[in-house]
């Protein structure tokens, strides 16, 4: 339904837009923060780093959007929906910037050791989630419901894949203590590349209320979560 | 200035009391699941992640009581401040209840294992936090900018506590093998407690933004990011 002020639509659109490029640069973080993991690629990792502060930036323009058509414009329904919604977002966004620079970060301290990563489960994980998220991503801007519902299902297929990582950094750790302080890292990297499974899974679960206007019932299927794993 | 519409002042008021109930919860879970990580009890721990349902109905109520003042009201500067201030605040205390019982769900799995718990400096991280999340719970209540400021100026104080106990916990298990599985869990702890500073830190830098209209600029300060500590 087209709205009578033109310039309404114009605000909901730069807000759906900000919405869009913070997605697209916290997608392309993650990838170069698992990438400056996987090549040992301190420069990249820098970079990543410091460009964590522009996703920060849009997440307080997207706070700044939101207020101001809640102030100016009074929506309601769908659009109220959307601005509230879009603040979410934007939240959610902005902390799996926060994650990937936490990667970042460890990963430029785990070039200082020998390279003792266990390479394959961290390159499953990682293609996981980072699927994940592009399909989150997809179903916001398409708003597309099925798709939200299918990503906000298979939150446990990351939990899972976690604690079979976790439980193989032990054993690398009880294999030679020289493992310990690099493993302990690689530990806190399979925790940020969790929950930015879970912020994905958030994602979805909004979308899934914005398009459909109800709330996904209940708990997600989690792995138990008293499982000694780690 | 007092609203013309007396009912809307009930809205807010109600609102405001979900957020004081929301608040007092996550701080108990929070003492609760240090208690029985402390005290080696299971049965408390199971309590805390029982109760955790609790806060999580309540910020779906703080949503849709901010929702519904939008969309009936229509509020304007400080009232709309207000609204869209506490759906973050109510995040943010959903997330410091999750990680009280991801603690709590630790010192289920940590009893299985014989007490290797830095017992001192976890009582001194703890405390700290408790500390800060009790002041930054006040600030709000009482509109106290300069007590949201104090905290936020003290999140290093964390990072700086929980830089030393990662540490130590690295020394036990070059120690003794038998140590790095229970010390794995005892990261994940340190880590939970450091997240719940942030977000006391977070509602603190909301409450800046709330009494005084400006947000604070800058990023706080922080220990040095790359400090190969942990």
Redesign the interface.
Known sequence: MPHTVKSFDAALQALRETLVEMSGRAASQFDAALKSLRERDDVLAGRV?ADDAEIDRLN?MA?QQ??SI??LR?P??DD??MA?TA??IA?DLERIGDYAANIA?RA??LN?FPSVLPKQSLRRIGKLVRGLLKETIEAYEQGDAAKALDVWKRDQEVDELCSGF?RE??TY??ED?RN??PC??L??VG?SIERIGDLATNIGEMTYYLVTGH?LDGLRPKAD??A?T?
Request: aromatic letters at 8%.
């Open positions: 780093v307080l706070d939101v207020i809640l102030a009074a309601l329904a109220l929906r509230v603040l979410k939240g970060k430029v301290v200082g976790f950094l032990l750790m009880f203590p310990i302080t302990s890292h530990l806190f925790r709330p979560p008293l000694p780690t």
